[in-house]
């Protein structure tokens, strides 16, 4: 479920070597499912264990993760960096926000999938998002664009070259195109 590189589970060694004895990490989903949510870790004494937790094996300690954030943590990486500006624990977990989707399920799911955990992570860098609004039978996906993509003089290059070429990639033979719904209005919320 959670990769823990051999750095970072040494680096979980040493700061559990300074915990009292039984102590594990715990590794947790605020708002899981949400465009709010966030990952975190933190010690897990052993008062803290829930009947529910589901207990993960590493070298020399344990992880816990509670049911609610099990299947939002599912590909997650945590990872310790050091470079010349220090050390740097890092955790991503690309299914934060949205639960990952089967190969099998509906299209307007697996699009939305992508454009929570792919698209709008990228967007959110100029204060912009898209929404799906549903997929055509002739399978065109009607977007809408807002934030700082409201109004924005580079939507229509985002929608064909970035947004529209990535998702048909992703779903050759089922998209046919992507078309942006948006009533644009320039103003102070848009990416200038």
Do not use: W
């Amino acid at each position: 479920m959670i990769t823990i590189s051999d750095a970072a589970q040494a680096h979980f060694v040493n700061l559990l070597a300074d915990q009292p004895e039984g102590t594990h990490i715990r590794v947790f989903v605020i708002s899981p499912g949400t465009a709010t949510a966030e990952c975190g870790v933190s010690y897990c004494p052993p008062d803290a264990v829930e009947a529910d937790d589901m207990e993960f094996e590493y070298n020399g300690f344990n992880a816990m993760v509670d049911e609610k954030s099990a299947p939002f943590l599912e590909d997650a990486t945590i990872d310790f960096v050091t470079d010349q500006l220090g050390s740097q624990l890092t955790l991503k977990a690309p299914n934060a926000k949205m639960r990952k989707v089967s190969s099998d399920a509906p299209l307007n799911e697996r699009i939305e999938y992508v454009i929570q955990s792919e698209i709008n992570p990228q967007l959110a860098s100029h204060g912009g998002n898209i929404m799906l609004l549903e997929v055509t039978e002739e399978g065109i996906a009607i977007l809408q664009f807002g934030g700082g993509c409201n109004g924005c003089s580079m939507v229509d290059v985002t929608l064909k070259d970035g947004i529209e070429k990535q998702l048909l990639e992703m779903f050759p033979g089922e998209l046919t195109g992507v078309k942006d719904a948006t009533e644009h209005q320039a103003g102070d919320h848009s990416y200038q």
